[in-house]
Each structure stands twice: as structure tokens, then as C-alpha cells.
């Protein structure tokens, strides 16, 4: 809770006050940050500081590092700038789901009872919030809706072109959500 809590406020401060910073310039700032705090913390409960010595090591740090943390940062500051703090905590909600698929399938993890109610749990939050995302969204295209109705469009008009929006942003999601699983 420590760690979605500081990450929520951690967006909203970012997206206040930092806007006129450069993506680059924040993500270096929390990369920084983050490993001091990190190395401080391990110094502190004894755990020293040691080099990796094999290569398999090597080439996962140097992922994790670059595109599971540099590139993801930049897209997300980056995102940040455009999008509303709501819109993308939503790609954080998934994560442990995510992870449970990836760990199933590629590592044999089993699927127990009390993971799948977990990722029921966080599909259920994620529903519930996007539900009230897109409510906010429809109050405030309630005066399109009215100029497209006051020209002749009708209720059904109105419903296909909603649940056509609707389609064409899941399947971008899904597409964008099986094209990231696959990096």
C-alpha cells in the first residue's frame, strides 16, 4: 500500500508542478532517487554492495535497466504530460495480473485459488474505476451529445457511436497490451 500510495502522489505531484520539465530531466531525477535510496536501504540491513560476476546476470540488469526502467519512465512521463493522472494509473492496475499470466506460462507458476481471486479483486477495481472514468467522460461530452442529437441524430445513432468508440479503443488496447507482453 507504502508503494502505490507514494507512487499515486508521486503522479499527481509530477503532473501539477513538473509539467515544464523535460521527460529525460524527470526520469533521471527519480532513477537517481530511487537507486539512492534503494542502495542506502541494502547498506542498511547488512546487504552490502557486490558486482554481478556472470554474464546472464549482466545482460538482465542491463534490461531491467534500460527497458524496464528507462524506456518505461520516459514513456510514462511522457504520457503524463498528455494524459490524465486517472487515465494512466490504469496501466499500473494491471501489472499484477500481467505478471501472474507471465509467471503461469513461462515459468509453470500454478494458478491457485487465492491468485485468481486476487486478479478477480483487481479486475473488479479496474472496471469499477473505469466505469467512473468513463461516466466523468460522458458528463462532459453531454453537450456534443445534445448538438448531435438537436441535429437529427437519433438515440440508436447516438449508442453505435458510443459503443463504436468504445470497441475501436479496447482492440487498440488489447493490441497495444499483447504487442508490450511480446517485448
Known amino acids: 500500500l507504502g508503494a502505490t500510495l507514494c507512487a499515486a502522489v508521486a503522479s499527481v505531484v509530477s503532473k501539477r508542478d513538473a509539467h515544464d520539465i523535460p521527460s529525460g530531466t524527470l526520469n533521471a531525477t527519480s532513477m537517481l532517487v530511487g537507486a539512492t535510496v534503494l542502495l542506502l536501504a541494502a547498506l542498511a540491513h547488512g546487504e552490502g554492495f557486490r558486482v554481478p560476476t556472470d554474464a546472464g546476470t549482466w545482460a538482465a540488469v542491463a534490461y531491467l ?9 520516459l514513456v510514462y512521463f ?29 515459468l509453470h507458476e500454478p494458478l491457485t485459488l487465492w491468485r485468481m481471486a486476487g486478479t478477480l479483486l483487481i479486475l473488479a477495481v479496474a472496471c469499477g474505476n473505469l466505469g467512473s472514468l468513463l461516466l466523468a467522460k460522458g458528463a462532459s461530452r453531454q453537450r456534443e ?16 457511436q458510443l459503443f463504436t468508440e468504445s470497441l475501436v479503443l479496447a482492440l487498440m488496447g488489447c493490441l497495444a497490451g499483447l504487442a508490450l507482453g511480446w517485448v
Do not use: D, E, N, Q
Not at 535497466?65 to 519512465?73: D, E, M, P, R, T
Not at 504530460?81 to 513461462?106: C, Y
Not at 451529445?145 to 453505435?160: F, Y
Open 145 to 160: 451529445m445534445a448538438l448531435r442529437s438537436a441535429i437529427g441524430a437519433g438515440p440508436g445513432r447516438l449508442v453505435r
Open 65 to 73: 535497466s534500460l527497458v524496464g526502467s528507462v524506456l518505461a519512465f
Open 78 to 106: 511522457s504520457l503524463l504530460k498528455t494524459w490524465s493522472v486517472m487515465s494512466l494509473s490504469f496501466i499500473s492496475v494491471f501489472t499484477p495480473v500481467i505478471a501472474l499470466v507471465l509467471g503461469f506460462v513461462f
